[in-house]
């Protein structure tokens, strides 16, 4: 049987009935956690996929420069964990930074763990579930083609600081300057 992505809509009801929690990160993934375990194995796997379909939605060069400006510098890992964060924030939040990254400075934006804007736990969160439920090792989780298969970033390329400063002026103006 070929398991497909959740749907969209089935995805970010799940990840919006955490997000009232998302100033206590480990409340939320607790909460998360509740939520995906009412889910069989294999829809554990179809949210799996549908949380790697946004996680490449995200994977641009506007939003590396947020992840920057929020974490004073960005690393691979921190913006792979700084998209985490931001799926985390639920629907409206992910979909405003999406469309418009530097309009994302009227949400409420608590950082995760260590007061950075980054929530790698949401990463283990489905597999930790499957695991209990299947009673195989999470790292035993079922890998699907194209799963971390990243290419390049889409957009346009990040510049300097000056040209970070005037893509994302409401941004750098509330936590850089």
Do not use: C
Request: negative net charge.
């Amino acid at each position: 049987m070929q398991i497909e992505p959740m749907s969209y809509q089935a995805f970010w009801s799940i990840i919006d009935s955490t997000a009232s929690h998302e100033a206590a990160p480990q409340i939320q993934l607790d909460h998360l956690a509740d939520r995906l375990s009412l889910l069989s194995p294999d829809e554990l796997v179809a949210y799996e996929m549908a949380l790697d379909e946004e996680l490449r939605r995200a994977y641009s060069w506007d939003l590396i420069g947020v992840a920057d400006i929020l974490n004073r510098g960005v690393t691979d890992d921190g913006f792979l964990y700084f998209r985490l964060w931001l799926i985390s924030k639920g629907s409206k939040v992910f979909e405003t930074a999406i469309e418009s990254p530097d309009d994302i400075v009227s949400a409420a934006l608590s950082p995760g763990p260590g007061g950075y804007y980054e929530l790698e736990g949401l990463l283990f969160t489905a597999k930790e579930v499957w695991s209990k439920k299947t009673g195989q090792d999470a790292q035993d989780f079922p890998f699907y083609a194209g799963m971390d298969d990243f290419s390049a970033p889409t957009g346009q390329p990040l510049g300097d600081d000056d040209d970070v400063k005037k893509r994302f002026p409401k941004l750098w103006k509330r936590f850089r300057d």
